[in-house]
């Protein structure tokens, strides 16, 4: 079975699964303007590291002229190098952790500042179907890295979704069990549900059963009882932000589940594209963490559950240290107990290839 397109662009229209609505529904959410794809990467209708970066990608290329309607007006042609920057730094304020939407939009932005305006509009759509064509490979050569380190792990517990509704395609964590899935070795995966807003009893569970993995999903809080019976052989998640150190910024949740793998002596794998490291950021405690609204957290599907009085934390994301981290899979391999010097030679080696 061909899974449904997280993301598309045709006829001057970003056309994205509404991840909102999932498992429910699968419906399709469609952007005509820079301000719909503002909102759709801000409420989550696109998420997850990649799939926001390409989201805002396309988005660029929505720039209608003149942004005084507060990029609200509908893609025309005409816009002028200024109403370009205008979108890609509004672009840029929709969600502050992942990596990803900064590099995808400084990507654009170079474009817009070495390209000559009657060939702009095309070279910068160019560029975001090169972002996203770019995002498929990335996704199938970490599942095959991945694929190799998990070769003894039958049971694997995941957080959060980082497959293909995240991505392209295959997604990163998800891309080395969809490898496996392919090689007849039928894995089996545990899903935390991922509070508050069900990223993984919601879009993974719903994502892994339509491609016939085996897949139970379990409360965020029984991850380390179960790990404690000895059902989980191996951990893999996905990350929003790396640090120069790697330290790994990913949804909230992940660094318990870090401690639960280091304390039963469980691998805790890490699997992101290159583009989701900050060489610029020398620690985790730099990354900035989003802070979302209260009610996501007091009044989940508008059922109140937590009373007006009590004060409530959102964090969308926690920093797991490196230490907790055993490899970190990239496309372009693995980087064994990362630590400054081996990302470091990862990145040279890259390079130099
Ligand atoms: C390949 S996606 C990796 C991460 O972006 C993912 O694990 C995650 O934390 C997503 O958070 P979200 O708030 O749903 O965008």
């Known amino acids: 079975m061909t ?3 997280t993301l598309q662009f045709e006829n001057e229209t970003l056309i994205l699964i509404d991840q909102t609505l999932l498992p429910q529904e699968l419906t399709y959410f469609h952007c005509q303007s820079v301000a719909q794809t503002f909102d759709a990467i801000k409420r989550l209708v696109v998420r997850g590291a990649p799939a926001i970066g390409i989201a805002a990608a396309y988005g660029v ?7 005084d309607q507060g990029h609200q007006a509908a893609y025309q042609p005409g816009a002028s190098q200024a109403d370009y920057l205008a979108a890609i730094d509004y672009l840029a304020t929709s969600r502050p952790t992942a990596v990803n939407l900064f590099w995808a939009l400084d990507r654009m932005r170079e474009i817009v500042e070495t390209t000559a305006l009657p060939q ?3 070279t910068l759509l160019s560029e975001a179907r090169a972002i996203h064509e770019h995002d498929r490979t990335m996704c199938h050569a970490i599942g095959r890295h991945g694929a190799g380190l998990l070769q003894e792990s039958r049971s694997i517990l995941t957080h959060c979704n980082a497959g293909g509704l995240a991505t392209s395609t295959w997604g990163t964590a998800l891309a080395p069990i969809y490898c496996l899935q392919e090689q007849g070795r039928k894995p089996k995966v545990f899903a935390d549900e991922t509070r508050p807003l069900l990223q993984g009893g919601r879009l993974t569970a ?11 999903v379990i409360t965020d809080s029984m991850a380390g009882s179960l790990m404690r019976l000895g059902k989980i052989d191996a951990v893999i998640v996905g990350a929003d932000r790396i640090s120069a150190s790697g330290d790994v910024a990913n949804k909230i949740g992940t660094y318990p589940v870090a401690v639960l793998a280091k304390h039963h002596g469980l ?7 290159t583009n989701t490291f900050d060489l610029k950021l020398m620690s985790g405690d730099d990354i900035p963490i989003e802070q979302r609204d209260r009610d996501e957290v007091a009044a989940p599907y508008g059922i109140k559950i937590v009373p007006d009085q ?7 994301f926690d920093v797991t240290p490196a230490s907790y981290v055993d490899a970190i899979i990239t496309e372009q391999g693995i980087i064994a107990e990362p630590n400054a010097e081996k990302i470091a030679e990862h990145f040279a080696s890259a390079s130099a290839n």
Do not use: K
């Open 61 to 67: 290329c929505l720039t209608a002229p003149s942004s």
């Open 310 to 316: 009590a004060s409530v934390l959102n964090p969308a």
């Open 3 to 5: 899974a449904p397109e």
């Open 206 to 216: 719903w994502e892994l059963s339509q491609a016939g993995v085996d897949v139970t």
């Open 120 to 122: 702009l509009r095309e």
């Open 267 to 273: 691998p805790f794998y890490v699997a992101a594209p």
